[in-house]
Structure formats: structure tokens, C-alpha cells
């Protein structure tokens, strides 16, 4: 994710006080405020990793008009208004900021029938990142129109795509197989009152205009693309961990150990840029009109309460936003599965999971209904969670999708009942360790392509960007560590990289 390092900030009323409550979890109070503790998942390396501005806005956020409950996962960094890698519940307000820009920024898992061997050989692996690159462009505001085996989308089916979301209608339109819907946290998301209609009356305003039915159509353009920074697809291979448990939920998942799986990391591109911006602008000038305080003076941390047509406004766009990244996840699989038919005639896949990591959702805390918001954290329900009744994942808890860096590898976790500690969420990864200045000011170019050479893993770039190289971001041992010994979820599968699919320009989120 991004760093704000502009926001104005209050100053921290107490220095950061960790008080260990476990291996990897503490807890941080605020003094002199009769509020709920912070809490704190992650090993001492982890809490002492954790930079001034991330406690600061940790400290904000918990202070914030009707917040209940903060957490800090082992991958916080400074963000916008609030941390990213942090979860935010309230059950009165609903708040922008603590979800993020790139609206329902998410993973997805596909895995092939593939062995290992088949993508052993350099040139196959180079064949295939041409061909998924003629279908899936990369870079922010890249559309179909830059991948000359891409799929258009017209503006009657992207209308549909992102008030329907992933509907068996929508997917066979586009192509995609109707029944990977079963397998997204959210296979669509409607409006503040439930229904698809909202949706299409919301849309309907926003597009009123000749200038702004254009603009929709140019972000709609850019379903099926990755967009740019810290978004990426992947080929990998899977290894399942040596224990019944694993193996277990590996079946259910769908995991096949030593074959081919596609990691993909992407959002809701511009299109939810365009709306989150919409949205801060709108409750900005709501706060300024009214004098009302904003959360330690952040105009990233403006906020509504639930029921108020403010509120109302942010959560169908949210539900847009949200709907068209998942659209964009199901077609950039289905591309990237296309794609390696055009390499590897006949080979099969499945859509393992879908699980996002930028989102606010209406959930049970505490026994009773409260809307948790996850800035760069992932969901995280465990066996017999009353949420995955209707879900094939009851018996076993849901796949969760943690990308680590390409030559650490990255983690299909599955959670465990410890996981109630932190809100039923995890880290949503590594989480960076430098900011992308000090990345691209102290890491060597050649130093960086050089290691992608010795462990032979093949990019499209022809330098892998620096503020996305591994040591950009947090220990990844050091991180998974932390959860595993938190209690919060346990490891299923690692996924080695064997070539990785990125570019260079500013994320979106």
C-alpha cells in the first residue's frame, strides 16, 4: 500500500506503550483516555518495527467518533488516516479512510492441473508471460486497449458488472466460469439497503452527464488489467505443509501440491480511485460547512454516522468500487487462463479463492452487529464461523491468501479459533519496511535484478522496480511468525515463485 507521509497529524498523546500479553500479542493503552486498549499482534522484532506515524494514527483512529475496537497486525505502516494493516470496528459510524483508496483491493488463487516440471524451462515461462501480457495489461489507466488479445467490455455489461457484481449472468457474459462465484469472500456487494437497485439509481446519477458517462466508460475500460506499484500476477508452485491439518484444508481448498497455481494482487483501479476521491471530497466539505473536528486533525479520517444519507452515499459506492474489483479479478484469472491454454493446450484450472483486503464489512463483534473495517488486513474466519454455513469452507475455515515477496514466497493460511483476538482478520502480508523514497533512494538496481537472476525467477520488467523489491518489505518469516504464534491461523501451503508479472508506476492504492 501507500504511505501518506503529508497528512497533518496530532501528536501522540503517551509514547507507544506495548504491554505483552502473549508471545506475539500486547496490547497499547492510551493514557489518561478510559478507552479500550490498542491490540497489538506481532513478535518484539515486529512491535519494535512499527514507525512513529503508524502509532500516531493508530492512536487517532482508536479515538475516533464511535470506534470500539482498533488492531495492529504484524504488517502496519504509516497510511492514509489510518494504518494500513489495521482493523477498525464501530457499530454507530462508517469511515473512508480505514478502508482505502483502491476499494476491495484483493488476492486471488488460481491452480492449474500443471506440474512443476511444465514451467521448469525458461522459455516456456517467458512464452507465457507474453502471452498473458497481450490479454492483461499492466500500469495505471491501462485498459483492454493496450493488450491486443484483451477482452472489451461494453458499457451496458460494465453497468451490470459493477451493480450485479460477479452474478452467473455477468461472469458467462465476460466468459468466466459462473461457478468461481462460490469461491470470492463476496461474490457481489449491494447497496446501503440491500438491493441491487440502489446500485443502478447511484450509477445512474453518476453517470447523468455526457462528460461523466465518458469517464465511466474509460474506467471500464480497465476491467481485466492489473494496474500498477504493489500489484502483480504470479506464477507459482504449490507446497503443501507435512501435517494433517493442512493437507485437510488442502482438499477443500482445492491446493495441489508440487503443480502450477497463478497468484494475482489488483483492485478496483480507477474506478474506485474515482469514487473513494468522490467520497473524501464530499465529506470534507461536509466537516468544513459544519466546523465539525476532524479525528487528530486528518481529513483522511472523515467519517459518518450509519443512517445518515452521508453514510448511505459512501456504502453504495463503496459496494460500485467493490463490485468491479471483483469483476476484474474473475476476468484477469479467466485471461490468465487463457492465456496458458495458448502455451499448454488443455490444461485445466480452478479458482481457489477470492479474498479482499480493502473493505468495510457488516459483521457480528462482540454478539452484536458492527461494521469492521480492514485497511490492509484480510478476513480471517475459522471452522464453524456461523459466516461460511452456506460456504464450502464450514468445516475447515476459509483460504486465506497472504503474499509474501516473490523469492521469500508467499502463505495460504487458514484461521483458528485464536483468530476472535484480532477481530477474525490478519496481516494482508509483509507489509513494507521502507517507504517507496527510501527504496528507490538507498536500494541498488543491479543488486536487486541480479538476485531475481540467482533464483531464477523471470519478470516482464526490464528492471524489476526498487520500491517493490523484497527488501523493500518486513520479514516475511518474521511476520508469519507472528501470527501462527498469536493463535491467530496456521500455515496450509507455500507458494514459490517462478515468474512474476509487475510494473512501475504509482499504485493505485
Not at 491486443?148 to 451493480?163: D, F, I, N, Q, W
Not at 500489484?231 to 491439518?245: L, P
Not at 488443455?346 to 463483534?365: D, P, T
Request: glycine share 10%; charged share 25%.
Amino acid at each position: 500500500m501507500t504511505t501518506d507521509t503529508t497528512t497533518s497529524q496530532a501528536s501522540t498523546p503517551t509514547p507507544a506503550q506495548f504491554i505483552p500479553t502473549g508471545e506475539a500479542t500486547a496490547i497499547m493503552p492510551i493514557e489518561g483516555r478510559k478507552v479500550t486498549p490498542i491490540t497489538v499482534i506481532g513478535t518484539d522484532p515486529i512491535r519494535s518495527g512499527f514507525d512513529d506515524l503508524c502509532i500516531r494514527q493508530a492512536i487517532n483512529s482508536r479515538l475516533a467518533p464511535g470506534v470500539t475496537d482498533i488492531v495492529l497486525n504484524p504488517d502496519a505502516h504509516a497510511g492514509y488516516g489510518a494504518p494500513v494493516g489495521c482493523v477498525l470496528v464501530s457499530p454507530t459510524h462508517i469511515y473512508p479512510g480505514p478502508v482505502g483508496v483502491d476499494i476491495k483491493c484483493s488476492m486471488s488463487l488460481l491452480q492449474f492441473d500443471l506440474p512443476k516440471d511444465a514451467v521448469a524451462d525458461k522459455e516456456t515461462r517467458r512464452a507465457l508471460i507474453n502471452a498473458i501480457l497481450e490479454r492483461t495489461p499492466t500500469g495505471a489507466g491501462r485498459g483492454y486497449r493496450q493488450a491486443k488479445k484483451g477482452r472489451p467490455v461494453s458499457e451496458a455489461l460494465g453497468r451490470r458488472a459493477v451493480t450485479e457484481g460477479a452474478s452467473a449472468e455477468v461472469l458467462t457474459e465476460l466468459g468466466v466460469p459462473a461457478d468461481w462465484a462460490t469461491r470470492c469472500e463476496d461474490s457481489h456487494h449491494t447497496g446501503h439497503d440491500g438491493s441491487i437497485d440502489t446500485l443502478r439509481a447511484r450509477l445512474e446519477r453518476f453517470t447523468s452527464t455526457t462528460q461523466a458517462s465518458e469517464l465511466f466508460r474509460s474506467k471500464i475500460g480497465q476491467l481485466g488489467s492489473y494496474g500498477g506499484g504493489n500489484h502483480f500476477g504470479e506464477c507459482e508452485i504449490v507446497q503443501v505443509a507435512d501435517t494433517d491439518r493442512a493437507r485437510r484444508a488442502a482438499e477443500v481448498f482445492g491446493l495441489r501440491d508440487g503443480q502450477v497455481a497463478f497468484l494475482s494482487h489488483c483492485g478496483s483501479r480507477g474506478w474506485g480511485a474515482l469514487l473513494a476521491d468522490g467520497q473524501f471530497k464530499a465529506m470534507n466539505k461536509k466537516f468544513a460547512d459544519w466546523g465539525i473536528p476532524l479525528p487528530g486533525g486528518d481529513r483522511h479520517m472523515v467519517h459518518a454516522p450509519l443512517g445518515t444519507p452521508e453514510a448511505d452515499a459512501y456504502l453504495d459506492d463503496m459496494a460500485l468500487g467493490a463490485n468491479f474489483a471483483t469483476v476484474n479479478h474473475m476476468l484477469i484469472n479467466a485471461l490468465v487462463l487463457e492465456a496458458f491454454r495458448e502455451v499448454v493446450p488443455g490444461v485445466k484450472a480452478s479458482l481457489v479463492y477470492l479474498i479482499s483486503h480493502n473493505i468495510a464489512r457488516n459483521e457480528i463483534v462482540d454478539n452484536k452487529p458492527a461494521w469492521v473495517h480492514r485497511k490492509g488486513a484480510t478476513r480471517a474466519f475459522p471452522a464453524g464461523h456461523h459466516a461460511l454455513k452456506e460456504t464450502p469452507f464450514h468445516e475447515t475455515g476459509h483460504p486465506i491468501l497472504l503474499p509474501g515477496n516473490p523469492q521469500d514466497g508467499s502463505c495460504v493460511m487458514v484461521a483458528e479459533s485464536g483468530a476472535s483476538l484480532s477481530c477474525f482478520s490478519v496481516n494482508h502480508g509483509a507489509g513494507r519496511r521502507m517507504s517507496r523514497t527510501a527504496a528507490n533512494k538507498s536500494l541498488d538496481q543491479a543488486q536487486i535484478d541480479r538476485s531475481f537472476d540467482r533464483a531464477d525467477i523471470l519478470t516482464n520488467c526490464r528492471n524489476y522496480p526498487r520500491d517493490e523489491a523484497p527488501r523493500a518489505y518486513k520479514d516475511f518469516e518474521e511476520v508469519l511468525s507472528s501470527v501462527k504464534k498469536a493463535g491467530l491461523a496456521s500455515e496450509v501451503a507455500r507458494l514459490r515463485a517462478r515468474f512474476v508479472i509487475k510494473d512501475g508506476d504509482k499504485a493505485d492504492d
